[in-house]
């Protein structure tokens, strides 16, 4: 059965940052492109970033670029977000997401729980 | 606003046939294929369709997607009070980041 968990959320401040975990199970982690997907409250997905399933390319959304970096760690088979210089605007459910192939196609065949990021002082 | 343009509301009689839009442009919908998702509040979304118009295994045949240049679209027959939920389309743009609808929130009357 596949799984994924995600954890590392929580209330961070402006300017924080925040190191967001996917541990994967059920499925060869390394065939499968995978991606972050976020839901601010009350409002609709958003795209944040995606790593294919060898982890050689990586994309970001205008949004986060230059502030998050994804990562993958097969021997863990575990997915990571790293997210810097948080803004109110990064206050969102984020959800980890497997792609149903290798490459980033956003067809997302398996979703997390997502975990809570809230971006406060 | 988003990339991927959808109308926020539809409804629909139990039994009825709905479709749901969703408009793009030749960087996205017109080069690669559409997916899209069921998401009921308060738990994660679900894929329905992949690939224009390929269901997962498990989704009923009532689903079905289909695309035309930068447009796309998911019709849903024999409307039940189940489906009830917002629904997503998504694609992948060549500028290199994925895209997503803004949402439709579809009401059974």
């Known amino acids: 059965e596949v799984q994924m968990v995600e954890s590392g959320g929580g209330l961070a401040q402006p300017g924080g940052s925040l190191r967001l975990s996917c541990v994967a199970s059920?499925?060869?982690?390394?065939?499968?492109?995978m991606s972050w997907v976020r839901q601010a409250p009350g409002k609709g997905l958003e795209w944040v970033a995606g790593i294919s399933g060898s982890g050689g390319s990586r994309y970001y959304a205008d949004s986060v670029k230059g502030r998050c970096t994804i990562s993958r760690d097969k021997s863990k088979n575990t997915l990571y977000l790293q997210v810097n210089s948080l803004r109110a605007e990064d206050t969102a459910i984020y959800y980890c997401?497997?792609?149903?192939?290798?490459?980033?196609?956003?067809?997302?065949?398996?979703w997390g729980q997502g975990t809570l990021v809230a971006v406060s002082s | 606003q988003s990339v991927l343009t959808q109308a926020p509301s539809a409804s629909g009689t139990p039994g009825q046939r709905v479709t749901i839009s969703c408009s793009g442009s030749?960087?996205?919908?017109?080069?690669?294929?559409v997916s899209w998702y069921q998401q009921v509040p308060g738990t994660a979304p679900k894929l329905l369709i992949y690939s224009n118009n390929q269901r997962p295994s498990g989704v009923p045949d009532r689903f079905s997607g289909s695309k035309s240049g930068t447009s796309a679209s998911l019709a849903i027959s024999g409307l039940q009070s189940e489906d009830e939920a917002d629904y997503y389309c998504?694609?992948?743009?060549?500028?290199?980041?994925?895209?997503f609808g803004g949402g439709t929130k579809l009401t059974v009357l």
């Open positions: 030749s960087s996205n919908i017109g080069v690669n294929t």
């Open positions: 997401s497997k792609d149903v192939g290798t490459y980033n196609d956003v067809h997302f065949d398996y």
């Open positions: 059920g499925f060869t982690f390394s065939n499968y492109a």
């Open positions: 998504a694609a992948w743009d060549d500028s290199l980041n994925g895209v």
